[in-house]
């Protein structure tokens, strides 16, 4: 494999023939000393650079090897990943709110699983990876006592100022009113605007003490408020879930695919370095000196 220098100077070159303006754009004044775009970039790079740059030798190496392989991510097998990670937030919409707050979307967050799936294939169809029916039993039985699902309530939550405020939401709910509607116009908590103040299923002990406690022991469709550090919280239960025990067959898809991930971790970094010591790798510039 070829020595990698850091590719910093060529990173800032490109970055100022792109875009000089931006480069000298103030963004901050401190005492009436202004901090630029160009200075903030340049330091970025100049510490985080080394790191970013290897990440993006070792990206373009694996997809070039999949190209060559002629492997692609199976569009089903994103979406049921896709979906499976929106389930840990509850709804579509708290998800996406969430995306957008650190901002991202679903499309780049199917595009980042899109790769992810074709890196993993890759290292499995070149390293032969496999998981067993015998191993996917021997991990349930090892951890069968995890792998069953807690008892959840189904949960909608308004957050308001005060008690006042809370007593008339609960008569608003109960007179008729539709309770997303409501959370949408009246609820000081992300959750209430983005997803109408739909927890979607929260397991016991996700929650504040002080909310858990109330959450499950409401009745679906019982209304209660808590009083909290940020306000009133107006909690109604949808449904109640109780506790289930682990049953192989249902979770033998996800013991499979948490073993698999685990074998093509232990492959993966063998497998780059094979990729690495067969590329011609070469430095545009000479590296940067280290930052101090």
């Known amino acids: 494999m070829n020595a990698i220098p850091a590719i910093l100077p060529l990173l800032l070159g490109a970055f100022a023939a792109a875009a000089p303006a ?10 009436g000393t202004p901090i630029r775009q160009g200075e903030v970039v340049q330091r970025l790079l100049k510490r985080y ?42 709804t579509r919409e708290l998800f996406i709110s969430q995306l957008e707050q650190a901002g991202s979307s ?31 039993k021997k991990a349930f039985d090892e951890n069968k006592d995890k792998l069953g699902s807690p008892e959840a309530v189904h949960l909608r939550h308004i957050l308001v100022k005060t008690e006042a405020e809370g007593n008339e939401v609960i008569a608003k709910v109960k007179a008729g009113g539709d309770f ?10 992300a959750s209430g605007k983005a997803a ?15 909310i858990d ?22 909690l109604q239960a949808v449904e109640i879930r109780p506790a289930k025990k682990a049953v192989l067959a249902e979770v033998k898809a996800d ?38």
Not at 218 to 225: D, F, R, T
């Open 106 to 136: 679903l499309s780049k967050v199917r595009a980042d699983l899109s790769e992810e799936l074709l890196r993993e294939k890759l290292v499995v169809t070149s390293r032969d990876v496999k998981v067993s029916d015998a191993e996917v």
């Open 213 to 234: 406690a109330v959450a499950f022991a409401l009745k679906p469709g019982e209304l209660k408020m808590v009083p909290g550090p940020r306000g009133q919280h107006v």
């Open 180 to 189: 997303t509607a409501i959370a949408r116009e009246k609820s000081l908590a």
């Open 22 to 31: 931006p480069a000298d754009r103030e963004i901050v004044k401190v005492n």
């Open 255 to 292: 013991l499979r695919d948490m073993l698999m991930a685990e074998k093509i971790k232990k492959e993966a970094p063998g497998f780059l370095q094979e990729l690495r010591s067969k590329a011609d790798i070469k430095s545009s510039e000479a590296p940067p000196k280290p930052a101090r």
């Open 196 to 210: 109408g103040g739909d927890y979607g299923f929260v397991a016991r002990g996700m929650l504040p003490p002080e």
């Open 49 to 90: 650079g080394p790191q970013m740059v290897d990440e993006m030798i070792d990206e373009t190496l694996l997809r070039q090897a999949a190209k060559k392989k002629g492997l692609k991510a199976d569009d089903a097998e994103v979406s049921r990943r896709l979906d499976k990670l929106q389930q840990q937030f509850g």
